[in-house]
């Protein structure tokens, strides 16, 4: 399996599991050669497998926001599960529950803005390159946008919201351009209604990439200082 080849239906997430040659790849902490059982974790019947499954997601291969080699099937892999019914679950957490698909689309939120524009205008400054593994990942924003897109209008609020946020920074893909004038609504929802600061934050950033004038002066001033400036039925 290609995982840069991706361009119509995701693969089945099982298969891209065992399809995956694990040892080969690199995570923060080394060989990602057991991240297959953890990671199916998030198909998982019992809730505290799949709470595991989404921190080791986290953290090693996706540590501190940094691309890794086993980051870019891992990505596919969680794009691919979540239209998954048993991703439908709500995990416990100190503030409350959260559904395990908004946790899901935080992650991808993150791959893709570690590759967006910004990061690539901070390499540009200090004359870095982007890393073969990054480049994989810009290359995957296509298949990725594809499996965010149906959660744009999802019932929940949190889901909803977080495909908004995931989609944004996904439509620095310049493939992905064209949908930004019709996502804009629904970004400046996210600024008027939204109650995550992070989300809002995500979406002036990508109003103000977009040349859109932002609707909550605010929610510019109250601006999240982690994630100024971050660029976050619309099927491929």
Do not use: C, K
């Not at 929940?156 to 920074?169: G, L, Q």
């Not at 109003?207 to 510019?220: F, K, M, Y």
């Amino acid at each position: 399996m290609t995982i840069t080849d991706v361009g119509g239906p995701l693969p089945d997430p099982r298969e891209l599991l065992e399809g995956t040659d694990w040892a080969s790849l690199e995570h923060a902490y080394g060989s990602a050669e057991g991240a297959a059982p953890v990671m199916g974790g998030l198909l998982a019947a019992d809730l505290d497998t799949q709470a595991r499954a989404m921190r080791y997601l986290e953290d090693p291969v996706h540590h501190q926001d940094t691309i890794y080699s086993a980051t870019v099937p891992a990505a596919l892999y969680v794009a691919a599960s979540l239209s998954e019914p048993r991703t439908a679950t709500m995990l416990p957490r100190e503030q409350g529950e959260r559904p395990l698909r908004a946790a899901m689309l935080d992650w991808l939120e993150s791959v893709a803005r570690a590759v967006g524009d910004d990061a690539e205008a901070i390499r540009e400054r200090f004359g870095f390159s982007w890393d073969p593994a990054s480049l994989r990942i810009r290359a995957l924003r296509p298949a990725l946008f594809r499996a965010v897109s149906p959660f744009l209008h999802d019932l929940d609020p949190a889901v909803h919201e977080a495909a908004i946020a995931a989609a944004v920074s996904l439509l620095d893909a310049p493939e992905l351009v064209r949908y930004r004038t019709t996502l804009v609504p629904l970004v400046r929802e996210v600024l008027a209604a939204g109650a995550e600061r992070s989300y809002r934050s995500v979406a002036v950033g990508g109003l103000r990439a977009w040349g859109e004038d932002t609707a909550d002066p605010q929610a510019v001033e109250n601006e999240d200082p982690r994630a100024a400036g971050r660029s976050r039925e619309m099927p491929l």
